[in-house]
């Protein structure tokens, strides 16, 4: 089975900024303590590059693990917002503010940790959050920073603040029916003869069933969502200007097809839009709004 047209046309636009990538990779020597709001930045655009690598090099064979994919899209996507966020804020705001959230999650995590070996295995070592605690104390007497209260707020509400509240709420639906518990995508994964009778289903349950949709979902919005980053971070990164051209022609394929959908027309058991059906209404949106920006 041949890959996908836009698996090749995003490939291809990767491979040739796979130099750019790697002079953004590598910034240099990191200081040992140092709070680097770029570093952070670095990291997060290095990986949403990495992700979306890693769909377009899979085989056509390793599409039907793609159920698994999808659920990166979602830290992938609140990197973009909570980053976004960061960098609207002054240098010592934006140190404050990492400084905080790297302290809160450590603290948090090594607390679940502990209640849970203690719980479960409590014969086994594990590190304490008073250490960590006791480190904070310490590291504040070096900091190149005046610290402040400062708190991240919550995803929705940065996504708000950044003009990404549509994206948000549209990844965090399609990433919760791979991360949380939910009924539908649990039964979408029974699939069978139907008996047309009698109306019932010789059923046989697995992640792969509908893998062609999880796959390009997950492709989809990967670029999306490099897309967006190249954008927002263009700044902080010193992004080279050929990075945008080369990736234009995503963008313009963007145009000229239909984006991956959470539920498409067959989980409704209905019949999917004729090729002309969908030219002739997509010629009518865009003529209509082409109009309305007219006026």
Request: proline share 4%; glycine share 2%.
């Amino acid at each position: 089975m041949k890959k996908p047209t836009f698996v090749t046309l995003t490939k291809s636009v990767c491979d040739s900024i796979r130099e750019e990538i790697e002079e953004i990779r590598k910034p240099g020597k990191i200081k040992k303590d140092a709070i680097s709001p770029k570093h952070v930045v670095t990291s997060a655009y290095c990986k949403s590059y990495d992700f979306l690598m890693f769909l377009c090099d899979l085989d056509v064979e390793q599409y039907k693990h793609s159920f698994f994919y999808v659920s990166t899209l979602r830290s992938i996507c609140e990197d973009l917002i909570a980053l976004t966020y960061l960098i609207s804020h002054s240098e010592n705001d934006q140190k404050s503010l990492i400084y905080n959230k790297q302290h809160d999650e450590f603290k948090k995590t090594l607390e679940a940790q502990e209640t849970y070996f203690k719980n479960n295995n409590p014969v086994q070592i594990v590190p304490l959050p008073a250490s960590i605690l006791r480190d904070r104390e310490t590291t504040l007497s070096v900091l190149d920073f005046t610290p402040t209260d400062q708190r991240f707020p919550k995803v929705h509400r940065m996504a708000n603040v950044t003009g990404f509240t549509d994206l948000y709420d549209f990844l965090y639906h399609a990433t919760c029916k791979t991360v949380h518990f939910d009924i539908t995508t649990l039964l979408k994964m029974g699939w069978g003869k139907l008996d047309e009778e009698t109306t019932e289903l010789d059923a046989s349950f697995s992640y792969k069933h509908n893998y062609h949709h999880w796959f390009n979902f997950a492709l989809f919005y990967a670029s999306k969502l490099f897309l967006l980053q190249t954008d927002k971070f263009q700044e902080i990164l010193n992004i080279q200007a050929t990075i945008p051209l080369k990736t234009q022609v995503i963008k313009d394929a963007y145009q000229k097809m239909d984006w991956a959908t959470i539920i498409e027309f067959r989980h409704l058991n209905r019949p999917e839009p004729s090729e002309l059906q969908r030219l002739t209404y997509r010629m009518f949106k865009e003529g209509a709004f082409d109009n309305k920006e007219g006026e």
